[in-house]
């Protein structure tokens, strides 16, 4: 069983929705592990065995209630000024990328699926996150968490939207219009992120959103003051913790996030069949 989140842009709300989908499936008895084949950020984490993957991975990790290992975010890009970029391959630090050293697409592509395919052996779910927006047409060659991974291992896709960016419908669409024709059949459903007040008056918007794209509006889940662990730039950073245990604070809010997103209308079941459950 396996699945994608997908953004609209950076911080749409992928990080955390994985990390919420991941404590349902938990919940559920399901042995279930993240997954994030490429990621850009500072704000990582080391590992028990002192690999350094995404904090966000860390965060899922958590959410699935197991430790975090290197294999959840086989590539991390590290920017370290003027241009350059460190790469992180399974854990350890490998190279320097710039403008004349650009990564090996072929290669990083590989070692993602290696550890991709090694986490599908070892657990009963599998649970993607994508990398920023699908629909960057100047960075498609180098699209690994995306369109690499959908193409390379056939893995459904939900897109998020976040409402609060406005033009939320255009984004849905514009994405789903973007991305690539033969790989449009993988995007089963779409979720509107940091929803305030009653969904009824989205209805028509994601109707046609529907007629449009055939995806499966899957519901919103709310806004809520709430603190998760960031990854960018674009990330919120209002929201509380409760307690002096930060892991635990981070599960709490999770646990009430997903909660009321139900009591929203969030279609878990929906959800549990694109992934194959």
């Avoid at 559920?28 to 590992?47: D, E």
């Avoid at 990328?97 to 650009?102: F, R, V």
């Avoid at 697409?105 to 996150?129: P, S, W």
């Avoid at 969030?266 to 959800?271: A, I, K, N, Q, T």
Wanted: hydrophobic content about 40%; aromatic content about 6%.
């Amino acid at each position: 069983m396996t699945m994608i989140f997908l953004g609209t842009s950076s911080g749409a709300g992928k990080t955390t929705l994985t990390a919420m989908y991941c404590r349902h499936l938990s919940l559920k008895g399901k042995k279930t592990v993240p997954f994030k084949a490429s990621n850009l950020s500072l704000n990582s984490f080391v590992t028990k065995d002192g690999k350094e993957i995404g904090m966000g991975q860390a965060f899922q990790a958590w959410a699935s209630g197991i430790e975090p290992m290197g294999d959840m975010n086989p590539i991390l890009l590290k920017p370290s000024g003027d241009g350059n970029i460190q790469l992180i391959l399974n854990g350890e630090l490998h190279s320097d990328i710039s403008k004349g050293h650009p990564m090996d697409i072929g290669n990083a592509t590989r070692e993602a699926c290696k550890a991709f395919d090694k986490l599908q052996r070892e657990y009963e779910a599998v649970i993607c996150e994508g990398s920023g927006s699908p629909a960057e047409l100047n960075l498609r060659d180098r699209d690994i968490a995306n369109i690499g991974m959908v193409r390379e291992r056939k893995i459904p896709a939900v897109l998020v939207g976040d409402i609060e960016r406005g033009g939320v419908f255009a984004a849905l669409y514009g994405t789903w219009l973007l991305f690539p024709d033969d790989l449009r059949p993988y995007l089963k459903g779409f979720v509107i992120n940091l929803f305030r007040g009653d969904a009824e008056i989205l209805k028509k918007g994601t109707d046609r959103i529907e007629e449009l794209t055939g995806m499966r509006f899957l519901g919103v889940v709310p806004r809520l003051e709430l603190k998760f662990p960031e990854e960018d730039s674009l990330s919120r950073t209002d929201g509380k913790l409760v307690g002096s245990d930060v892991k635990k604070a981070f599960i709490d809010n999770l646990d009430t996030l997903l909660r009321e997103a139900e009591k929203s209308g969030l279609d878990l079941v929906e959800l549990d069949k694109i992934a194959g459950n």
